[in-house]
């Protein structure tokens, strides 16, 4: 909690410029500037530390792929922004928990923000599910697919890697693979 008084705050437009820059520095700033007003939110209404933690690392997660995808516009400033969506979390954490008690001791404006934290949870829901997805697919498949996607390998190392005759081989292969992956996928739903 110490840190705040050592921690320069970030300006707003900095840390959008250094989330879209992808800039390390910018984000520990962030981490460090805004941590000790979620950590009073969460252990003013039954939370802990660790819970705080939680918290204020999704709600990092969420404004950085809303910033990623190019849809985000602040209306607010930052502050106002990420303690709403740590308080939308930890209410919804609390209501999981059966430790909401029907209001909340808030300190902070805030603002509706729902939606997003809505749909970075249906985001979650929908990458776990493909990673589960990806773990039913068996060799070489999985491998395959995380070559290419999550690796960037192109198509003519993963040919070398799997001993196909050519690269175009290996694309048909991968796109097998990618069919199979999409089934195994919606036969979760």
Not at 168 to 174: E, I, L, P, R, S
């Amino acid at each position: 909690m110490n840190n705040q008084l050592n921690v320069e705050i970030p300006a707003d437009s900095e840390v959008i410029l250094g989330i879209l820059n992808n800039s390390d520095s910018v984000l520990k700033r962030l981490y460090l500037a805004y941590f000790p007003m979620i950590l009073q939110l969460v252990i003013n209404n039954n939370g802990s530390e660790d819970d705080a933690k939680d918290i204020y690392q999704e709600a990092i997660i969420v404004l950085y792929n809303k910033v990623k995808r190019g849809d985000f516009e602040l209306s607010s400033k930052l502050k106002t922004y990420i303690y709403s969506i740590c308080r939308r979390l930890w209410l919804k954490r609390l209501k999981q928990m059966n430790r909401y008690g029907g209001d909340i001791k808030d300190f902070e404006d805030h603002l509706p923000v729902e939606d997003e934290v809505e749909s970075h949870q249906d985001r979650d829901l929908q990458l776990n599910k493909m990673g589960e997805a990806l773990g039913l697919l068996g060799e070489p498949c999985k491998t395959i697919i995380e070559d290419y996607y999550m690796h960037s390998k192109s198509m003519q190392d993963i040919c070398e890697r799997f001993g196909y005759t050519n690269a175009d081989n290996a694309k048909t292969q991968k796109y097998k693979c990618l069919q199979r992956l999409k089934k195994l996928f919606f036969q979760q739903h």
